[in-house]
Each structure stands twice: as C-alpha cells, then as structure tokens.
C-alpha cells in the first residue's frame, strides 16, 4: 500500500528565504506526482504535475523535482512571500486510472 | 464560470438523518471522486466514478452512497448521519493526468 510522507508538519520562515518542501512516497512504482495548494477553507489547486519519466516542472517561483528511485519529491519554492503563507500537500497516482494517494501536507507560514 | 461547483458549502445536520451533497462539473470529465479531509487524516477517498452509472469505492465508503446518472453531476448522500461523518468533503475531476477540486463542503453532524 502506497503511503507518502510530508515532514514537518509545520514550517515557519522570515519573507524573502527560499525553502524546500519534502514528500516522500513507499511505492517508487509512480505514474505522476502532483503538488496542490489549500488555503484555509478553501479547495485544492494544483501547482505542479510531474510525470513518471519526468525530472522537474517548473512555474514561476516553484519548482518540483522527483526521484522515483529514492521516493522523493521536493518542491522549492523562490524568495518566499507572506502570500505563499498555505498548506502544501503533495499526491502519487500508481497508475493512469488510479486513485490518488495524498500526503497530510505542510503548513507553511511566511513572516512580513 | 467553469469548473467544480459543490452545494451547499455548509451544512448542519443531526444525528440519523439523510443528507445529500452535490457536486457539479462543466468540463465532462470521465472521473469524478469524493474525499472527505480530517485532522489527523489528511484526504480519504469515499468513493469515484470512472463515467456515467460506473461507481466504486475508495477507503471510507461506509456510510455513504452515491449515483452518477449523468457525466456531470455525481452526489454523495449519507443515509443516516453520525457525528463521525463531521468533516470538510471534496468532490474532485480528473481530465488526463491531473486532477481539479471543488471548493469543499463543511458537513456538522450534531
């Protein structure tokens, strides 16, 4: 059963720093890995899809990187600003028509 | 405006009754899903639908029921709701590798 992994839980940073979100995932058996965004009492956005045989993606001041072989993803995100304040969360699908497999997500704050 | 609407956004019921949540897409997506996101939990999948009068159930479909008559539409109903079933519940779509979520609905169940 796959499990994906997003450690810590919480992250505070002054405004300005680049940072770099970690998801890790069991099953390296991956068909795409897809970063989404969640603002208090809001739904999902996606940020950034990475297909299997994919490195990196890349919009704006975030990028994603994928390691299938050591069951990594990050998500780096540039001069960071208190708007980026959210909660990150990062999702694998097995296969095409699989279900997805959500981590429990990051609550980053960002400092003015 | 296109998208994933949900109604309604909130909702307060008691204890053993029915409620029925609905989820609307414009785009005709093939895939629809319910998750439901609790603390602790993170997001679960209730149930999804691969199209029309297709169903199946993901990790928490106890409960819980739902129809897809027409591509567009594809509502969660709670037969007789218990106060586990409290929680924030997303419909989401899928359209080739990614997925879209509606905006959500907060469900109490006093």
């Known amino acids: 059963k796959q499990e994906v992994t997003q450690i810590p839980a919480a992250l505070s940073v002054p405004e300005g720093e680049n940072l770099v979100l970690n998801c890790s995932f069991t099953?390296?058996?991956?068909?795409?890995l897809q970063w989404f965004r969640q603002d208090p009492g809001k739904g999902l956005t996606s940020l950034l899809l990475i297909q299997s045989s994919q490195r990196e993606q890349t919009s704006g001041r975030l990028n994603a990187s994928l390691d299938k072989s050591s069951g990594r993803s990050t998500l780096y995100i540039a001069a960071s600003q208190p708007g980026d304040s959210a909660t990150y969360l990062c999702a694998v699908r097995g296969g095409a028509n699989s279900k997805l497999t959500f981590g429990k997500g990051i609550t980053l704050s960002v400092r003015p | 405006d296109a998208g994933i609407t949900q109604s309604p956004r909130y909702k307060i019921t008691e204890t053993g009754r029915q409620v029925t949540l609905m989820c609307h897409q414009t785009w005709s997506h093939s895939y629809m899903f319910w998750y439901r996101q609790d603390l602790g939990h993170g997001l679960r999948l209730i149930y999804y639908s691969a199209a029309a009068d297709i169903t199946d159930k993901g990790e928490v479909p106890d409960g819980y029921v739902v129809s897809r008559s027409k591509t567009e539409n594809f509502p969660l109903t709670l037969e007789s709701a218990t106060r586990s079933q409290t929680s924030v519940y997303f419909c989401?779509?899928?359209?080739?590798?990614?997925?879209?979520f509606g905006p959500g609905t907060r469900l109490t169940v006093t």
């Open positions: 989401a779509s899928k359209i080739s590798y990614e997925q879209y």
């Open positions: 099953d390296s058996a991956i068909y795409n």
